[in-house]
């Protein structure tokens, strides 16, 4: 079960800076409820029920201030940190581990919309706009705008998004 999987995500995510998190924790954290929307949502869709799945689409509009489109797929591990001004495109694919934090946009662009590898990691008010792909281990960093293709384990920030030099990060 997705949920499920979503949840241990979480538990990792909030495990990972010492404290074990507890299933309880996770589930009473901020964007679980988005979560389970969105899986809900996403269940109807495959059910070929894709009209009812406007249902919780809309109650997470309304309670979670965020947008995830009806046909959007993710896969087991989806976190969704804090879900206010989440925008999804619903052609949007993405792999297991995708952690998107506040305010992502993750869009259209000419008809063409981004491709999320695994073990993802998006920061706050992040754009990812187009027919671009996000290599499996991509972080994209806080507020940055991704035009171009993300490769494997790279890290990118900026307007428009560059990877991180790495050397120069070790330095400072």
């Known amino acids: 079960m997705n949920l499920l999987a979503d949840l241990r995500a979480k538990q990792a995510l909030y495990s990972q800076y010492g404290q074990s998190c507890s299933l309880a924790r996770a589930i009473f954290a901020d964007g679980t409820l988005a979560n389970a929307l969105y899986r809900m949502q996403a269940a109807l869709v495959r059910w070929r029920l ?6 919780p ?3 997470n509009k309304c309670l979670n201030g965020c947008v995830l489109g009806v046909h959007a797929q993710f ?3 989806l976190v969704l940190i804090h879900p206010v001004g989440v925008v999804i495109n619903s052609a949007v694919r993405g792999g297991r581990n995708v952690w998107i934090e506040s305010g992502v946009v993750i869009g259209d662009n000419r008809g063409r919309t981004p491709m999320l590898g695994d073990d993802i990691f998006i920061g706050s008010g992040a754009k990812i ?3 671009v792909t996000l290599g ?3 972080r994209v960093g806080a507020n940055a705008v991704v035009l171009e293709d993300v490769a494997p384990g790279v890290t990118v920030v900026g307007i428009p998004a560059r990877p991180v ?4 990060t ?3």
């Open 57 to 59: 689409h809309w109650l």
């Open 165 to 168: 030099d790495a050397r120069r």
């Open 170 to 172: 070790a330095a400072t």
């Open 129 to 131: 706009i187009g027919g």
């Open 75 to 77: 896969g087991p591990g």
């Open 136 to 138: 499996t281990g991509a």
């Open 50 to 55: 894709a009209p009812l799945a406007l249902l």
